[in-house]
Every structure is written in structure tokens, then in C-alpha cells.
């Protein structure tokens, strides 16, 4: 189980023996250690693939960590407090039934709520991670990564809020339609939108504010961001992102991003949005990411020969079995060291401000390409340690562990309110009246 420090036990208190006659000075404050900052932290991880291995391996939170990163051990010793399960249908795998896939993968996470009542807490609310807290329990919360899952219509996006879904990234790496993705938006044979969002994508942002599911921009192109920017009444979140300043890769935002997520001006009262650092070694290391660069080719190579393969034999190949193959080529590329997580950071709370960082890690779905010294949830004290070593205050390392994200989920939670109290037709419904051409 979890340990949480007194806060008041942090602090020395001066003593004063019956003979003193002198006023009492002020009581001095200790210097907490980081195992204490980290210990008294709410820890927020925004993004885990581990439903793909509760679906795909029958695979238990329970269970022995194995090849994975977080099991309920990991949990505990990271003192990792909640977490966003990350429901992500592979698009290629899952062709026409990209519904059906979501679905069950929701279902597995409820699975293992349900199988560890006494550790774990299904939680759909800034409140419930709170009151998770409280009751000394990991807080499990669930995130679509990829806005394909919809199928192109909002009842699903109603019903997968409905059953416990609290984000959704607008795309993947695929565009699908009404959003375009960064991992495709330079390819010309790809049907693009005109404007970054198409206008069944503009309502898909305003249901998102209006139902309280955080917009995730992670994953979108640069036009599809600022778009994106202009039209949600809610401040947004990078749910797994970095700083393309210090790695080149087209999943990471640029300063200017990284500022307008900060100095987004909705509302109800916002201070902006956060950007939660991933920990994917490509998206940290510039180094790293040229080194898979040159093994590209020929692991794409490779997992075709794993599909065909698969084929042949009359099975269906798994995210998972592709995910062991990817490992094999990452790891033969030395892992950069913690410095450089670090590095990402300083420089997003830097560049947008303190309030405005967080940790997206990406568990799970990195096939080990994690930085030196984190190999699983149960090193995520080191990065409070590293950060107080480059002068971070115990207060900062609060707001990054996961209160500067607690707090735009309460203020997704308000603009929700505000907007279901008004009445207003979505984009791609028939306005009451027509302009008349001139």
C-alpha cells in the first residue's frame, strides 16, 4: 500500500527550556527530501498503454511486471497516484471495427478495477483522484488515443464518456477525416482538411467541452493545434508530448505551441493548459531518434514479414506480438540518459511556465525505449529527485507531478457545467436562418 507522509512531520520545531526568557523565534522549516515531495504528491500519469497487454495477454495488474511497466508493485513504489489507461485502437489491425476494439478494451480496464477493489478506484473526476488519495488507493482513469474510435459519430463519443472515458486525442498518427495527425499531414495522398478541422470536427470539440472530456492535442498536425485552439471553450491538454525544440519529431510542439497551450483564454476562469512530457526515448533524444531513424526501413520491413507470417498460419497478429518485434530493433540503440527526460521539463516549464508542465509517460506503449534508470512506474521518484537537484521547489515539483493537471480537469469539469446550461445548435446543424446572397 502507499505511503503518505504528515506533512507536519516535515518541520523541526525549535524548543525553548522553561529558564529562557527570550521571545520564541520563528520555527525553522526543514528541507524536505525529494522521497518526501514525491511521497506528498497527488503523482498524475497521463497516458499507459497497458490495456493492450489486460486484452491481448490476458495479462493481470497484479501480476509479475514482466516485459511491462506497470503492474500494482510499480504502482505502489512510484507512489504513482492515478493514472489515464490509454484506449488506443491500432487502425491498420482493427479496420472496420474500430468501435468494437474500443469497446472492449474499456472493458478490460473495468476488468481490473473490479478484480483489485481494495488498490484500485474506477474514477471518472478531478474529485475521484482526490478521493482516491484519501482512501490510499491508485485512481484509474481512461483516455481514447485516437479520434477513429468515434466512427464519425458523437453518440459514440456520448456513450464512451458515458462509460468512463475522460479524453480523447483528436487523432493518432493516422488523420481521420475531420482532424489531421502529425504523422501524416505531409502525405499528399492522404485526404486533408481545409482548416485543421473540418466542421463535424469543430462540433466533435464543442461536445467534447460541453460532455467535460478534456480535448488532448497530442498527436495533431501544427494546423490542426491551432485550430483546435480557436475553437474549444476549454483549456486542452498534450497528454503524452514533448519539446521539438530539443528532438525534431513531429509529435513534439514547437515554443510557440507550448506557449499558446499556456496562454489559451477560455474558460470558465482558465490558466491554461498542460503539457505532459512523454517519456519515448525518440521523442526526448534527438541522438536517439536519428539512430531509429536508420533502422526505420528495415523494422517496417520486419513487421510485415511478422504479418504475412502470421497469415500464413491462419492467426491474427496482436499489437503485442508486433510491440515484442519493435523491441528487439530498439534495443540495440543505447538508451539516452535521465538527464535528457529532465532536459524536456525544464525547458516546457521554461518556455510556457511552471504551471503548464506535467508526465505523460507513455508506459507500456514504448517497448522499453524508456531513458536511463526509468524502466518501470516504480522509478518515477527519480525524477522528482533530478529535478529538485536542478533547483525545482517542492511546491514546483507538486504542480508537475499532477496538480497543474488536477486543475484544468476541475476546469473542463466547469466549462462543461456552463455550457450544458445553455442551449445552442452544433456546427453541422441547419442554423435558424440564412444569409442571403448579395
Known amino acids: 500500500m502507499k505511503t503518505h507522509y504528515n506533512l507536519a512531520a516535515a518541520f523541526l520545531v525549535s524548543t525553548m527550556t522553561l529558564a529562557q526568557t527570550a521571545p520564541s523565534k520563528p520555527e525553522a522549516k526543514a528541507k524536505l527530501t525529494p522521497d518526501q515531495v514525491h511521497r506528498s504528491a497527488i503523482v498524475i500519469d497521463t497516458h499507459e498503454d497497458t490495456p493492450q497487454r489486460f486484452l491481448d495477454d490476458h495479462w493481470n495488474l497484479g501480476d509479475p511486471l514482466g516485459d511491462g511497466q506497470v503492474n500494482l508493485d510499480a ?4 507512489n504513482l497516484g492515478a493514472s489515464f489507461m490509454s484506449i488506443w485502437v491500432e487502425p491498420t489491425l482493427y479496420k472496420d471495427h474500430f468501435a468494437r476494439r474500443t469497446l472492449e478494451l474499456i472493458d478490460a480496464v473495468h476488468e481490473q478495477a473490479a478484480k483489485y477493489p481494495d488498490q484500485i478506484k474506477l474514477v471518472t473526476s478531478a474529485e475521484g483522484i482526490e478521493q482516491a488519495h484519501h482512501e490510499h488507493k491508485y485512481a484509474m482513469l481512461m483516455g481514447i488515443e485516437g479520434g477513429h474510435s468515434i466512427e464519425d459519430s458523437l453518440g459514440l463519443l456520448r456513450m464512451y464518456y458515458d462509460l468512463g472515458v475522460r479524453y480523447m486525442t483528436l487523432t493518432w498518427s493516422n488523420s481521420n477525416g475531420w482532424a489531421d495527425s502529425s504523422g501524416d499531414d505531409k502525405n499528399a495522398s492522404v485526404p486533408h482538411t481545409k482548416e485543421g478541422l473540418s466542421e463535424f470536427g469543430k462540433d466533435v470539440v464543442y461536445e467534447m467541452n460541453r460532455l467535460g472530456m478534456i480535448v488532448d492535442i497530442s498527436h495533431v498536425s501544427d494546423k490542426t493545434f491551432y485550430r483546435t485552439l480557436v475553437i474549444t471553450r476549454a483549456p486542452v491538454i498534450a497528454s503524452h508530448s514533448g519539446a521539438r525544440a530539443l528532438c525534431d519529431a513531429p509529435r513534439n510542439m ?19 493548459g498542460v503539457v505532459m512530457v512523454n517519456f519515448y526515448s525518440a521523442f526526448v533524444s534527438q541522438k536517439y531518434r536519428d539512430a531509429q531513424l536508420v533502422q526505420r526501413d528495415e523494422v517496417k520491413k520486419a513487421e510485415q514479414a511478422l504479418k504475412d507470417k502470421f497469415k500464413a498460419e491462419g492467426k491474427e497478429v496482436t499489437y503485442s506480438d508486433i510491440s515484442k518485434l519493435d523491441r528487439e530493433y530498439a534495443d540495440r540503440i543505447p538508451r539516452p540518459p535521465l538527464s535528457d527526460l529532465i532536459d524536456q521539463i525544464d525547458h516546457i516549464a521554461k518556455v510556457a511556465g511552471i504551471d503548464h508542465v506535467g508526465l505523460g509517460s507513455d508506459f507500456d506503449g514504448v517497448d522499453g525505449q524508456l531513458p536511463e534508470g526509468i524502466n518501470s512506474a516504480a522509478d518515477l521518484p527519480k525524477i522528482t529527485e533530478a529535478l529538485m537537484a536542478r533547483g525545482y521547489s517542492a511546491e514546483d515539483c507538486r504542480k508537475i507531478l499532477g496538480g497543474n493537471f488536477l486543475r484544468v480537469f476541475k476546469e473542463v469539469e466547469a466549462v462543461s457545467k456552463q455550457l450544458q446550461a445553455e442551449s445552442r445548435p452544433r456546427i453541422t446543424v441547419k442554423q435558424p436562418f440564412e444569409k442571403k446572397a448579395k
Open 254 to 272: 514547437t515554443d510557440d505551441m507550448l506557449r499558446a497551450v499556456a496562454n489559451y483564454g477560455g474558460g470558465p476562469d482558465s490558466k491554461g
Open 75 to 78: 504502482i505502489h513504489k512510484g
